[in-house]
C-alpha cells in the first residue's frame, strides 16, 4: 500500500458524523485536524461523506432565507469589517421601516419562507424599539421566521425582540481564541458574546454563529477549535466562510492563512458538517467573492444546505460590502431571488417549502 492509501484510509478510520467524535477534547481536536489535514487526493472523497451527512440528516430540500441589509451604521470597528465606525468611504445608510416591509412582503413568492434582517450594531431604546415594532408587524402580515443578527445586547432587548416574534437570531464568535478574538474586537470579551448565545438560547431563539476561515497564522488546530465550539454551542444554525481583507481596514495587506490553497475553505466546511451534523449550514456569499459564479453552488455539495439570497435592494447594496469582491452588487432582489432557483435546478436541488426551522425544535412545533 502506498504512503497517500495509508494515509487515506487512516483518515476516514476515523471520519465517522458527528456523535461519535471522540468525547475528550485533545481527542476530538485531533480527529477534526486530521480531517482539515486530508491529503489533496482524499478530499473528493471527504466532500463526498460530507454531502452524504448532508442528505441524510437535512435532505435535499434547500431554505431560503433572503437577507435584507438594512442598515450599514455601526458603533463598532471590528478589525476586519467593511463596514466598521471609521470607514469613512461609505455612504451611511438605514432602510424605513415600511420599505423593509416592503420587500419582506414579496418574499414568499419568490419562495424564501424566513427574512434574515441584518445591520451594524447600533444599540438605542428608540431603535431596538422599533426593530420590535418591525418584527411585530412582519408575522402579522407574513408567513415569514424572522432572524435578526444585530449584534450583542442585553437580555431584556433579546426578550422583547423574542416577545414580538424573533424566530432566530444569529452572532458569529469569528474565532475560538479569546485573545485574537480580543484583538479583533477592540478589546472585546469572546466570553461575553457567548453569553449572549447561551441568554438567547434559553429564550427560546434558535441561535446561528460560526467563524471566518483563514485569519492570519491560523493552523489546522486553530480552524479545529473553531469548528468544535462551534460542536459544543450545539448551534442550530452554522455560519462561515473564508477572511477576505478589506481595503479600507487595518487588515488590508493580511494575508488569508489558506490563500495558496483556497479548497481549504470547502474543506473546513465539509469538517463542520461531519462535527455538527444536524446544523443549517448556508452557502455564505463569501465563496462565491473567492470562486465567482459557482462557490456557493460547490459549498452547497460539500456539506451546505442553506442558500441566502440578497433580497436587499439594488441601491444599498454598493454601501454594505463587509468583504470586497462581494458578488451581486449590482442586482436587486428579484434579480436575485430568480437567480437562486436558476443554480439550485443546475445542482438537482429545490428549495425547501417551509421556513426550515431547527431540527432541534421541529419536534415542538409539530412539523416535519
Ligand atoms: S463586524 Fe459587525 S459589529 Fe463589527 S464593525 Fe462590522 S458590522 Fe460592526
Known amino acids: ?69 438594512f442598515s450599514n ?62 418584527i411585530r408587524r412582519i408575522k402579522r402580515e407574513t408567513p415569514l421566521a424572522v432572524t435578526l443578527s444585530v449584534g450583542n445586547r442585553p437580555r431584556d432587548v433579546y426578550a422583547y425582540w423574542r416577545e414580538c416574534g424573533m424566530d432566530r437570531y444569529l452572532l458569529r464568535f469569528e474565532t475560538a481564541d479569546p485573545e485574537l478574538y480580543r484583538r479583533l474586537h477592540e478589546g472585546g470579551d469572546l466570553e461575553e458574546r457567548l453569553e449572549c448565545l447561551r441568554t438567547l438560547r434559553a429564550l427560546g431563539v434558535q441561535v446561528g454563529s460560526g467563524f471566518m476561515i483563514g485569519l ?26 473564508p477572511f477576505i481583507p478589506n481595503p479600507e481596514t487595518p487588515m488590508a495587506d493580511a494575508r488569508n492563512a489558506w490563500a495558496d490553497d483556497p479548497e481549504m475553505f470547502f474543506v473546513a466546511l465539509a469538517a463542520l458538517r461531519l462535527a455538527c451534523p444536524d446544523a443549517h449550514i448556508p452557502a455564505t456569499t463569501a465563496y462565491d467573492a473567492v470562486f465567482p459564479g459557482e462557490g456557493r453552488d460547490l459549498a452547497l455539495r460539500r456539506g451546505a444546505n442553506v442558500f441566502m439570497p440578497n433580497s436587499t435592494p439594488g441601491k444599498y447594496r454598493r454601501d454594505y460590502q463587509l468583504y470586497p469582491n462581494k458578488p451581486c452588487v449590482d442586482e436587486d432582489a428579484g434579480q436575485c431571488s430568480a ?14 417549502a417551509g421556513p426550515g426551522h431547527s431540527l432541534k425544535t421541529r419536534g415542538a412545533r409539530g412539523e416535519k
Not at 491529503?39 to 431560503?64: H, K, N, Q, T
Request: charge should be neutral; proline fraction near 5%; include cysteine.
Open 339 to 352: 437567480c437562486v432557483l436558476l443554480r439550485l435546478k443546475a445542482i438537482g436541488r429545490e428549495p425547501a
Open 216 to 241: 492570519p497564522g491560523e493552523t489546522h488546530e486553530a480552524l479545529a477549535d473553531n469548528i468544535l465550539l462551534c460542536r459544543k454551542l450545539d448551534l442550530d444554525m452554522i455560519g462561515v466562510g
Open 73 to 134: 451604521r455601526c458603533a463598532s470597528d471590528c478589525a476586519y469589517c467593511g463596514i466598521r465606525r471609521s470607514n469613512r468611504a461609505l455612504r451611511r445608510y438605514t432602510m424605513p421601516p415600511d420599505e423593509i416591509l416592503d420587500v419582506a412582503r414579496r418574499m414568499a413568492g419568490w419562495g424564501q419562507m424566513t427574512v434574515v434582517l441584518q445591520s451594524g450594531e447600533t444599540p438605542s431604546r428608540e431603535g431596538d424599539r422599533e426593530l420590535g415594532e418591525l
Open 1 to 69: 500500500m502506498s504512503i497517500e492509501m495509508e494515509e487515506k484510509k487512516e483518515l476516514f478510520f476515523s471520519v465517522e458524523a458527528g456523535n461519535s467524535l471522540p468525547a475528550a477534547s485533545e481527542a476530538a481536536r485531533a480527529t477534526v485536524a486530521g480531517w482539515l489535514r486530508a491529503p489533496r487526493a482524499s478530499r473528493a472523497e471527504l466532500f463526498a461523506r460530507a454531502d452524504a451527512v448532508r442528505r441524510a440528516r437535512m435532505g435535499d430540500a434547500v431554505p431560503l432565507r433572503g437577507i435584507i441589509e
